[in-house]
């Protein structure tokens, strides 16, 4: 039996540290690809789009009624991409880290075990300003994960940054069988205010001339987060597409100009995981179509970075359902989405 294609998805993946403001007048059309610029198959929009954001403003008043409404962000993304015929899949926030998702609803059907999840780093894993979100879930029968992060800040936390790395790792925890942690999932994504810096003893004027002369390559060869893959000290089992755009922090607000009391580095960044070959007679694939900064965003003092990836999945199987009782070890018995938004307000009413 020749292989058919089960899944050839195109997920906008978007992440942006806001810095407390709130969205109010701006436009999310550019970061969404909703101006034709997405690089999707024949430009057609994407079927998939998951947020992740930084720094989100929380007031304690705000989040309770986040219980019931959108949080602003959220409310801003949906109402870009409701005319669009967008539904909202789901989203976590765990106090200013936050991740949503919306798909065509033609893929509901196809989106079973959903789950949210989130864990604390900071303060040694007391405190939630720092750590990770995350949305899982069947997606066609196959196990993905979606990862939000932000992770210590700052030149000399390289240490902090792994520690956080490998917390997230060790902690953040499903309750569907076969996929209990990150990487048990066959496909994932992890995306966020990384905050990795620049090795070397260069000035923060040293960086930004190099930047204006387009030496981007001497920069990146020195980028904490390419060398902690290397060593395997921390994201080894992740791929980048390495950035060919400017840093995208530290600017002035409201503009674009770098802010020279910390170093120019690529904080913000997105990465992913497939494994090609893990089930017999079924290829699964990712291709990555975009990889972006998107510089005219001034709102806070970093800029938003997006990229849009092909999830294909081939398979002697003829429909997702076979495929999933293949992947998780049974059929499924869950109603499609039924699950995240009572875990979410559980998680929420117990924080209060």
Same mark, same amino acid.
């Given at each position: 039996?020749?292989a ?32 034709g ?44 991409l ?59 029968g ?67 001339n190099?930047?204006?002369q387009?030496?981007? %390559? #001497? +920069?990146? =060869? ?8 290397? @060593?395997?000290? !921390? ?7 390495l ?38 007679d079924?290829?699964?694939?990712i ?33 997702? %359902? #076979? +495929?999933? =009782? ?6 499924s018995?869950? @109603?499609?989405? !039924? ?14």
């Amino acid at each position: 039996m020749s292989a058919s294609i089960i899944a050839n998805l195109c997920i906008h993946i978007l992440t942006w540290n806001v810095g407390t403001h709130q969205p109010d007048d701006i436009s999310m059309t550019d970061v969404l690809s909703l101006n034709g610029t997405t690089a999707c198959p024949n430009q057609q929009l994407p079927d998939i789009y998951v947020v992740a954001l930084q720094e989100v403003s929380i007031h304690a008043k705000n989040q309770f009624l986040n219980i019931f409404h959108d949080d602003p962000w959220t409310f801003k993304i949906g109402a870009h991409l409701t005319p669009y015929d967008y539904i909202k899949v789901g989203t976590e926030q765990m106090q200013g880290i936050l991740i949503m998702m919306f798909a065509q609803p033609k893929h509901e059907p196809h989106m079973k075990d959903v789950e949210v999840q989130s864990t604390r780093t900071g303060l040694g894993g007391l405190w939630g300003n720092k750590g990770a979100v995350s949305i899982r879930m069947s997606l066609y029968g196959t196990g993905v994960t979606f990862v939000g992060a932000h992770l210590a800040a700052h030149d000399d936390k390289l240490s902090e940054r792994i520690e956080d790395y490998n917390q997230i790792v060790n902690n953040h925890h499903y309750k569907t069988p076969k996929y209990r942690s990150i990487f048990d999932h066959d496909y994932v994504f992890w995306f966020g205010d990384l905050n990795f810096r620049l090795t070397g003893t260069d000035s923060a004027w040293d960086i930004r001339n190099l930047v204006e002369q387009a030496k981007l %390559e #001497e +920069l990146i =060869e020195r980028d904490q987060l390419s060398l902690a893959r290397t @060593t395997g000290n !921390a994201f080894a089992l992740l791929t980048e597409e390495l950035p060919t755009f400017a840093p995208t922090f530290k600017f002035h607000e409201g503009t674009s100009e770098y802010n020279l009391k910390r170093r120019p580095a690529w904080c913000d960044r997105i990465l992913y995981r497939v494994q090609v070959n893990r089930y017999p007679d079924i290829t699964l694939n990712i291709t990555q179509l975009s990889y972006k900064s998107h510089p005219d965003y001034t709102l806070s003092d970093h800029k938003p970075v997006s990229a849009e990836f092909l999830y294909k999945i081939e398979a002697q199987s003829q429909t997702d %359902e #076979e +495929l999933y =009782e293949l992947t998780h070890g049974g059929s499924s018995t869950e @109603t499609p989405l !039924a699950s995240v938004t009572i875990l979410f307000v559980t998680a929420l009413l117990i924080f209060y």
